[in-house]
């Protein structure tokens, strides 16, 4: 060998990523994870992920205690796969499923005992692949629970409560009604006319409130069921508005809204829509009259 060079060291090839200190350069692309490639080691193995995840959120306006996420997995009708529970934020749990089909059971059982009260979680349906056809088949689903619940509504314990009340005024009117036609003194007269006015008014401000209440849920099931007010007997002002897709959380604070305000009594609730008709006319006279109509 000649003497005037220096000997060389044969050194075997590494990949550079198996050399302690390679650091892969800034604006290198990662190394692919394609879990399908066992290359390295044959025997590695990565579960694959549910498919459909149910995802249970915090109630906003505050609903009470956070209830317990693994009870409420429990009840569905088909057993998720597994569930998650978050401690912080606005995301409480989510129920993980492989089939469509419980997670679509799942959903409207939760929505179902939600609108019983029975829980304060809003249930949203989540999903890597989206497939219209599912959308569709949950909404068409949540459409038939929440429009059933409002007709229930409308001819529930509340509305019988205020018509018994009306019975009874009208059984008191009767009675002063037929005391007015016999013979009397001008001071008892006088009287019982007051007291007659009295029953009238009381009478119709409790119709009015029962007849505002099936118009708010009359205008909540024309917008469910895609269909004109006027299908529903109501030729007034639309007296709730929508906007876009179902928000299927907005439309259940509708309903508990107008409940609340049924159960309250206040006089102006049994005067909405003549409120509104009288706002409404006012707007479309400043327009016409802003434009020279």
């Known amino acids: ?16 990523e198996l050399h302690r200190r390679f650091y892969p350069p800034s604006n290198s692309r ?44 429990d009840q569905c009708k088909s057993a998720p796969e597994s569930f998650k529970t978050y401690r912080s934020g606005a995301l409480t749990g989510a129920l993980l499923f492989r ?3 419980g997670a679509l059971e799942a959903v409207v059982s939760l929505w179902e005992s939600r609108l019983d009260g ?15 056809a599912n959308l569709q088949e949950l909404e068409d689903r949540l459409v038939a629970l929440f429009a059933e619940r409002i007709r229930r509504l409308m001819e529930g314990e509340e509305v019988k409560k205020w018509n018994e009340k009306r019975d009874r005024v009208l059984v008191e009117l009767g009675k002063v009604s037929k005391l007015l036609t016999k013979p009397k003194n001008v001071r008892v007269f006088n009287e019982l006319k007051d007291k007659e006015r009295g029953l009238t008014c009381e009478k119709d ?52 809204r107008e ?11 049994a ?15 400043i327009n016409s009259f802003s434009f020279g109509f």
Not at 1 to 16: E, G, K, Q
Request: hydrophobic share 35%; aromatic share 10%; net charge positive.
């Open 30 to 73: 990662p190394f692919p994870n394609n879990r399908h490639n066992f290359a390295g080691n044959p025997h590695r193995h990565r579960p694959s992920l549910p498919d459909f995840m149910v995802e249970l959120f915090r109630d906003q306006r505050g609903g009470g205690p956070v209830p317990d996420v693994k009870a409420l997995a």
């Open 99 to 101: 089939q469509w089909a």
């Open 1 to 16: 060998m000649d003497n005037n060079h220096s000997t060389t060291t044969f050194r075997p090839h590494r990949p550079p």
């Open 118 to 132: 029975a829980h304060s979680l809003v249930p949203r349906y989540n999903s890597v692949v989206v497939v219209p």
């Open 259 to 269: 409940c609340r305000r049924l159960e309250d009594g206040l006089p102006i609730y």
């Open 205 to 256: 401000l409790m119709e009015r409130r029962v007849k505002e209440f099936k118009s708010a849920m009359n205008c909540i099931l024309a917008y469910l069921e895609k269909k004109s007010l006027e299908e529903f007997g109501e030729d007034g002002l639309q007296v709730l508005s929508f906007d876009g897709k179902f928000n299927w959380s907005l439309i259940h604070s509708m309903i508990l």
């Open 271 to 285: 005067y909405r829509q003549e409120i509104l008709q009288q706002i409404h006319s006012q707007q479309v006279s």
